[in-house]
């Protein structure tokens, strides 16, 4: 006998969402098989069993919200009782008292090798295989990481060696909930002619010295105020070596004259890559909006990551479209 | 300055060098001595170890290749030219039956210390029946030993270890690169068997090409450096033995790999040197090992056609970008 319950397959979970059943109650079942499919955030997952027997007592049906920790059915030693007796089937629906999650929670159904401190059960993605390289897989296991998280953070498979460092983040700030909007990404591209232009314009005609950099910060800062309709914009403004520096409002000072620094929560944070080997940076778990400026022959590569807490999806593509808007043709900004 | 000489000019100085220090050493093959080969190679070698060291034959391989097997067995050191790599297949039964397998098959009574050297590569305009990079074939009999020089510094170094070596070994030139010149230092220039070259270092990705392919890698890595990815280039220069020690070092530091070679990709050295990687650096890969071969097709005669049936570097190019970008290889 083995009971199987609704697994938490994210950290701020109260219920699953039972897809379908992929056995029949009283159908023989074997360890590995996929019982049923589970819906979370992003993903479904199937879950399998982890004992062998009959599939019985089965108390919850397809479309059904489920409190997690409840148990759905027993995997018992024959077939009998297949299905659990109605009137103790709580109604997941209208019970407004669930039972309570059992302390500690009880052995998973479904396999996992859960790190310490981390969520008790974890299924595979979809389609049951994790795809990942074979360090990924090792250093994963050395370090006590579940490639299977990756999928609650919105990294795509197959992963790789960098994509555990969004779950080593994760690990070292358990304080905090991981923000399970997964983290979603724009990428665009827009000449690089019209900034050049620009500088060497203002140079030339009104002798002012302005650099590539205060020009993306400002075209930032307006596109960012333009898309989200917001009063204060704080850009924070990374250089590549480990320093940072939070301006208010860059887009209301002058090209040529310093933005005002604060030490104001940040509102997006801006990485100039033009200068360096990277073109782009996806690191997958921004804790703000993180707009990123590489350089790739004659074009701008622009990515930007951001999250549901941050900006919709609408007001961050307007955003990143108004950003290379105004790189490609920078008089936009001025009018 | 070191001087700089022609692959061609290399292995002739190599023969040359190797007969004057040892009698017992002589060249055979169709127009070897006259004609100094129609890759003019072996030019003014007749002139200085005369007719009875530098043989003229009929188009006969078998026949030649026999009787080199034979005077190596009794204490000569024959240095083979075969004129194509593609008539490899005349001379089977002498080279992979009887000097693969003599120094066993007697025991260890009998050595056979022979040099067949002959070529490989495409994109000479030769079509099909002339145009092969026959060297897997060879390399998969146990027995011979397999060099693949990939500039004049190892077409020499390899050849004067290959006539000092009391084994048959099969010498694969590419037969365009042959007026390529390189830094070759003056005097004695002896290269070992089964010591990798690492031509360029890196951290990203390690390219291994075999022969002109080296040339291939180095001109990838040095576009992918642009890129910022960091290409590690390696010359294994001989593949069998093959040095395993440096590349799964190489791999393991960087996680990446793409094999190079000029054979047909499918049951290549390209395979064979993957599937060690995947053996034995398994859990250091965070990608497949990708094989870069000929194309599974005769090579053709049309120049538009032949271009693309071997690797290119803007071919390595894309392929390395892939894998650098952690995307699926999965058709």
Redesign the interface.
């Known amino acids: 006998m083995s009971d199987i319950i609704m697994p938490a397959l994210g950290m701020a979970q109260d219920t699953g969402k039972l897809v379908k059943w992929l056995k029949a109650p009283g159908d023989p079942v074997t360890t590995g098989d996929p019982l049923f499919e589970v819906e979370t955030d992003k993903s479904v997952m199937e879950v399998e069993a982890q004992a062998d027997g009959f599939l019985t007592q089965v108390s919850a049906s397809d479309g059904d919200d489920v409190p997690v920790g409840q148990v759905i059915a027993v995997i018992g030693d024959t077939a009998d009782n297949a299905v659990a007796p109605a009137q103790t089937t709580p109604d997941p629906v209208s019970d407004p008292a669930p039972a309570p999650l059992p302390t500690p929670a009880p052995e998973p159904v479904v396999k996992a090798a859960p790190a310490p401190g981390r969520s008790a059960a974890v299924a595979a993605p979809a389609g049951g295989r994790i795809l990942a ?6 250093l994963a296991r050395e370090e006590g990481l579940v490639l299977a998280d990756l999928s609650a953070h919105g990294v795509p498979m ?1 992963y ?3 994509d555990l460092e969004v779950l080593r983040r994760a690990a070292t700030s358990p304080g905090q909930p991981v923000v399970m909007a997964a983290t979603r990404q724009i990428t665009a591209r827009c000449p690089q002619h019209g900034v050049h232009k620009f500088i060497d314009w203002m140079q030339t005609e009104g002798d002012i010295s302005v650099s590539a950099q205060a020009i993306f910060t400002s075209f930032a800062a307006a596109a960012l105020r333009a898309a989200t309709e917001r009063n204060e914009i704080v850009i924070q403004q990374a250089d590549g070596d480990g320093r940072s520096l939070r301006l208010r409002n860059p887009d209301f000072t002058r090209l040529s004259a310093p933005a005002h620094e604060t030490d104001d929560t940040a509102d997006l944070e801006l990485h100039d890559l033009t200068d ?4 782009s940076l996806r690191l997958g778990d921004a804790n703000l909006p993180t707009l990123g400026i590489g350089a790739d022959g004659d074009s701008y590569l622009i990515t930007f990551e951001f999250n549901g807490a941050h900006l919709d999806d609408d007001q961050a593509i307007a955003f990143v479209t108004g950003f290379a808007r105004r790189l490609a043709d920078p008089l936009y900004h001025l009018v | 300055m070191m001087r700089e000489i022609t692959l061609s000019t290399a292995v002739n100085e190599a023969i040359a060098e190797e007969m004057r220090r040892d009698e017992t050493i002589f060249l055979i093959g169709e127009d070897v001595a006259e004609a100094g080969t129609p890759f003019k190679i072996t030019s003014g070698l007749v002139e200085e170890f005369g007719t009875d060291r530098v043989i003229d034959t009929p188009i006969a391989e078998p026949g030649f290749m026999g009787i080199a097997v034979g005077a190596a067995m009794t204490g000569s050191r024959p240095i083979v030219d075969l004129m194509f790599g593609d008539f490899i297949f005349l001379i089977m039964d002498q080279l992979c039956n009887q000097a693969a397998k003599t120094h066993y098959m007697s025991g260890g009574k009998l050595n056979v210390p022979l040099v067949l050297r002959t070529n490989m590569g495409a994109t000479r305009r030769s079509a099909a029946q002339h145009s092969q990079s026959l060297h897997a074939i060879v390399a998969h009999i146990p027995g011979l030993k397999i060099a693949m020089p990939s500039s004049a510094l190892e077409a020499k170094g390899l050849l004067k270890t290959a006539i000092r070596d009391d084994n048959p070994v099969v010498i694969f030139e590419d037969k365009l690169m042959y007026q390529d010149k390189a830094p070759v230092p003056e005097g004695e220039l002896l290269i070992p068997f089964g010591q990798a070259n690492i031509k360029r270092e890196g951290t990203d990705i390690t390219l291994i090409g075999t022969s002109s392919m080296v040339q291939v890698a180095e001109k990838a890595a040095e576009t992918l450096a642009a ?2 990815i960091s290409a590690e280039v390696i010359d294994p220069r001989t593949i069998v033995p093959l040095d395993m020690d440096t590349i799964n070092a190489s791999v393991r530091k960087t ?1 990446r790999c793409i094999v190079i070679d000029e054979g047909h990709q499918s049951f290549g050295v390209t395979s064979e040197i993957a599937a060690r990687i995947m053996e034995q650096s ?6 497949p090992v990708i094989r870069m071969g000929a194309m599974d097709v005769p090579i053709p005669f049309s120049p538009a056609l032949e271009d693309i049936t071997v690797p290119t570097p803007e071919g390595v190019i894309a392929t390395a970008r892939k894998l650098m970008a ?1 995307e ?1 290889f999965d058709v």
């Open positions: 390289s074979p360090k990924a897989r090792r197959p790789h060696v960098g360096g080997f990277l073109t | 890129e910022g996680s398994f859990y250091h890969l965070d990608g952690g699926m």
